[in-house]
């Protein structure tokens, strides 16, 4: 089965500093879905990456996919304390081809921001 | 947030007591999800309906019962939980098309704990 590790697991930054969260999967990787949950709640949709070398990004927060390297990276611009929370890196199990499909998680980092 | 609803937000109950949580999206959605989380474990997918059809049971225990009258509603019937059951429940939705799924949406959540 597929795993998706996330590094670092927990994460204190100053707030108006940049930093990144990294999600590495063990197997090829056909969709890419980053959210983030604001502790014990749900969890909030950032951005979906489907293809190799796709870049997005929504205020101060992009990220990116690396097919190769079975990774995707979110970068977070001049953090505030609202980028405070949990983010969660999901993976689509398989290629797409029609028909739901749940998603496999990492275990989330935690980002704490400082002021 | 509330494409995605979920009742009750909080449920305590014993190990003999029979309870639903119930999930409604309101987003036109056509698939939707229950996910587990626990403490320091990944989220955990259970259970994948399309169009009302279940299409995926995740070797989920039998005491969880699922049930979809309708691309809005999705139910989780409980009975005979164990204390190890206590996690967060989490309700998703998205939409299928013919090439993939598009992003999948998150209620709150229902916290339950199993005494």
């Known amino acids: 089965s597929q795993e998706l590790e996330q590094s670092p697991q927990s994460l204190i930054v100053q707030e108006g500093k940049n930093l990144t969260i990294n999600c590495t999967s063990s197997?090829?990787?056909?969709?890419l879905y980053w959210y983030k949950q604001k502790y014990g709640e749900g969890l909030i949709f950032l951005m979906m990456?489907?293809?190799?070398?796709e870049e997005k990004s929504h205020e101060k927060i992009t990220a990116k996919l690396d097919e190769k390297k079975q990774q995707s990276s979110l970068h977070i611009t001049a953090s505030q304390p609202s980028h405070a929370g949990i983010y969660l890196c999901?993976?689509?199990?398989?290629?797409?081809?029609?028909?739901?499909?749940?998603?496999?998680f990492g275990k989330g980092t935690h980002l704490i921001i400082q002021p | 947030e509330t494409g995605v609803t979920q009742t009750p937000r909080h449920l305590v109950m014993g190990m003999t007591n029979k309870k639903s949580l119930k999930c409604e999206q309101h987003?036109?959605?056509?698939?939707m999800y229950w996910y587990k989380q626990s403490a320091k474990k990944p989220l955990e997918l259970m259970f994948v309906?399309?169009?009302?059809?279940?299409?995926e049971n995740n070797s989920v225990p039998s005491r969880f019962s699922p049930e979809c009258p309708n691309s809005s509603h999705l139910f989780l019937h409980l009975h005979t939980l164990q204390p190890e059951d206590s996690a967060l429940y989490l309700c998703?939705?998205?939409?299928?098309?013919?090439?993939?799924?598009?992003?999948?949406?998150f209620g709150p959540g229902t916290r339950l704990t199993v005494t």
């Open positions: 998703a939705s998205s939409l299928i098309f013919t090439r993939g799924a598009g992003e999948q949406y």
């Open positions: 197997k090829t990787l056909y969709g």
């Open positions: 990456l489907q293809k190799g070398g």
């Open positions: 999901g993976a689509a199990r398989r290629e797409s081809g029609g028909g739901a499909d749940g998603l496999t």
């Open positions: 987003l036109g959605h056509n698939a």
């Open positions: 309906y399309n169009f009302k059809e279940q299409t």
